[in-house]
């Protein structure tokens, strides 16, 4: 069974870079897209970008020029690294699993909760 | 840029009752059309993929329909566990997009 584990830092400065990782355990890296998702406090959900187990990235067009997603074939890990952070990026932080033939979010992360804040 | 729109933004229902939420997308879509359930404090939960079909593990009182714009989530008979918010999404070119949302709550 799949699970996504997620962690980072809770707390950020405006102008800091956000960071953020989740660990994939009990499934193949391969054969998937790997997203971030965010969520702002009492809002709705926002899909932030992807990346395949090659290293293919996609992005959303807002955020794609402060976005970064990385991962760690070696220990099934993806990161997100999102620069220049504002009191806009607060936030509920998920990683999720794309199942490619339906191109949709089947399996979530616990979710990471990030404040920005001077 | 394909937007999403979902009604009603709230739902009353009473145990028992059919709902539907509609999803409409401002042009015409293909069949990459997913709905979710999110409740307070957890992450969303897939229920429904490529319009129509049900996730594994769902129950079958969900169902989902539409094509071309217009786009439906179906609950046949509310149940306690259903009070929650619903969001549709979709993929186009490399770009996944979600709707506002719908909370249903009881009447």
């Known amino acids: 069974q799949v699970q996504l584990q997620q962690w980072g830092a809770g707390l950020l400065k405006p102008s800091e870079t956000l960071s953020l990782t989740c660990a994939v355990y009990?499934?193949?890296?391969?054969?998937?897209?790997w997203s971030w998702i965010r969520q702002p406090p009492g809002k709705g959900l926002e899909w932030i970008g992807e990346i395949n187990h090659s290293g293919s990235t996609n992005y959303s067009p807002s955020l794609k020029s402060r976005v970064t997603i990385s991962l760690d074939t070696s220990m099934s890990q993806l990161s997100l690294r999102l620069s220049s952070a504002t009191a806009a990026d607060t936030a509920m932080y998920y990683c999720?699993?794309?199942?490619?033939?339906?191109?949709?979010?089947?399996?979530w992360g616990q979710g990471t909760m990030v404040i920005v804040s001077s | 840029d394909i937007q999403m729109t979902q009604s009603p933004s709230t739902l009353s229902g009473s145990i028992g009752d059919r709902v539907t939420i509609t999803c409409r997308a401002s042009?015409?879509?293909?069949?990459?059309l997913a709905w979710y359930q999110q409740k307070p404090g957890k992450a969303p939960q897939l229920l429904i993929y490529?319009?129509?079909s049900l996730e594994s593990g769902v129950p079958s009182r969900f169902s989902g329909s539409g094509s071309g714009t217009e786009f439906t989530l179906t609950i046949s008979s509310l149940q306690p566990d259903d009070f929650a918010t619903y969001y549709c999404q979709h993929y186009n070119n490399y770009i996944f997009s979600f709707g506002p949302g719908t909370k249903v709550d009881l009447k």
């Open positions: 999720a699993r794309v199942a490619v033939a339906t191109n949709a979010f089947d399996i």
């Open positions: 009990g499934g193949s890296f391969s054969g998937y897209y």
């Open positions: 490529k319009a129509s």
């Open positions: 042009q015409s879509i293909s069949s990459w």
